[in-house]
């Protein structure tokens, strides 16, 4: 049972735990001249938690009184990473004999051992802390406790440790179960999710197509901030009723359930031979494309981080070359500078902007600029041509992935050197680390398998018509500078030279191809 949050009350010195919450009423000795000393800093307030109200019954039948409460509210005691603000607190507040402000502390009310701390090291703390001065209180709903006595400490000890174990044990049911649905291709608990109606089987028809709309235009190289103005001016709301953010959009079009997949732990659930499971719900979008999807956010290094902290999802450049450009000029090394050139407005100029290498504070050298009008122009037409003569060769090239025999042919061996470990044919020695390579090369496989989905997924919209859908309008700048992407690295700017401002020469332009 969960404990109803407390509305807290100033206490001295206690604590009980229920289902995640910390509960502590710290105390004073109880005797009469005491009492009153306290009774003007004994703060009261309606008590919606029973644990404090238990702790108070006990403080009473004790003749204790409270001066003050903890409560952590769903914090669990059961995990090492969890920090507990009022348990830290009492524990202080222990150690030093007083609260912050003052008020001595002589003693602490439970409702029971385990309802304390779960986790022996904390206990421990506790111990330590409420006994570093002769004649401190404790005490649980059963009456008081001598923790001086090396006996009852250990009792407390074993109680901990024996919470703790039924705690790993509710949490290993916990993700069995969990696996267990994921297997078995169950959907969770909890709301529906956006595209499927309540039964989280069916798809519901228009926000369906929404999702399988923006999955395909993050194939096609369409930016997430595109797909999201796209999707707020149409009126487009998430299941709450909210408008989309970044975040959740792109994790809506990251998540497996689109193609029927489901993962467990941040990994695909798969069956005995390494093949993703399949849900019992309707798919939005082919595996392919999710493959695509997946390779696409995966190799993203990490959002952008505003001045002010906070995080945003990534931005359409306003310009085409914006970070593909770098800056050749040599430095005294012989090291060509390579900072990205940045693109500035600049009305004197015939097309209006130009690309620049930043200066020296800013990372770069400052050392070339280009007409950015003629550069866009030149790599464009380049882009163009590579990309056709691309297109001409996908016509002919077989699609088949060839590490396929090979991902097959190690699954099979590893289920085979796993058999054998199980019947104790092999020893522990040779088994672990003949499984660690083995799959650390299925991951690799597995990796090169996602990119090449990806390869065919990108080859199908790199067409023959690109020129002509280049040059119509039908692609916006952010798929114009995926499909730059797709044909090169980066272009490097060679220097002019000679200062002075000279005619554009497109020999100073040097590409890097991917091929």
Known sequence: MRAEPDSGAAARQGEGRAGGRLVASAVGLGHADRAAAYEESLILRKEKCYQHKVNGETAARLGWTIVHRYTDNDLSAAKAAVVRPDFEAMVKALKSGHMPDGQPVRGVIVVADDR???????????????????????????????????????????????????????????????????????????????????????????????????????????????????????????????????????????????????????????????????????????????????????????????????????????????????????????????????????????????????????????????????????????????????????KHADDKWAGEEELARLTKKQRKLLQAWQEDQISDELFFPQNQKMEARVKELRADRTRHVLNQQRAAEVTGDVRERWTSGQLDLAQKRALIREALHAVIVLPVGGGGRRPFNPDLLVPKWRD
């Open 116 to 394: 304390l701390t779960r986790r022996a090291g904390d206990y421990e703390r506790f111990v330590d802390a409420l006994t570093y001065e002769e004649g401190r209180l404790y005490a649980d709903a059963k009456g008081s406790k001598n923790l001086y006595s090396e006996d009852v400490e250990s009792m407390g000890l074993f109680g901990v440790v024996i919470s703790k174990m039924e705690v790993r044990k509710m949490q290993r049911r916990a993700r069995r179960s969990h696996r267990a649905r994921a297997e078995l291709g169950i959907p969770v608990g909890g709301k529906r999710p956006f595209g499927w109606k309540d039964d989280k089987l069916t798809l519901e028809p228009e926000e369906a197509a929404w999702l399988a709309k923006g999955a395909r235009e993050v194939i096609a190289g369409k930016s997430m901030h595109s797909i999201l103005r796209e999707w707020r001016e149409a009126g487009v709301r998430t299941i709450n009723d909210k408008e989309w953010a970044s975040r959740s959009l792109k994790l809506a079009l990251w998540n497996p359930r689109l193609c029927g997949w489901r993962k467990h732990n941040g990994e695909l659930v798969r069956d005995a031979n390494g093949v993703p499971v399949v849900g019992r719900w309707e798919p939005a979008i082919t595996p392919k494309e999710w493959m695509a999807i997946d390779a696409i956010f995966s190799a993203r290094v990490g959002p952008n981080v505003k001045s002010d902290g906070s995080v945003t999802d990534y931005r359409t450049p306003s310009y085409l070359l914006t970070g593909i450009l770098r800056c050749g000029k040599p430095g005294a090394d012989g090291q060509i500078c390579n900072a990205p050139l940045r693109a500035t407005a600049r009305p004197d100029l015939s097309g209006g902007y130009l690309y620049q290498c930043p200066s020296k504070e800013m990372g770069g050298c400052g050392g070339t600029g280009r007409n950015g009008a003629k550069i866009d122009e030149f790599v464009t037409e380049a882009v163009l041509a590579k990309l056709e003569e691309r297109a001409a060769r996908t």
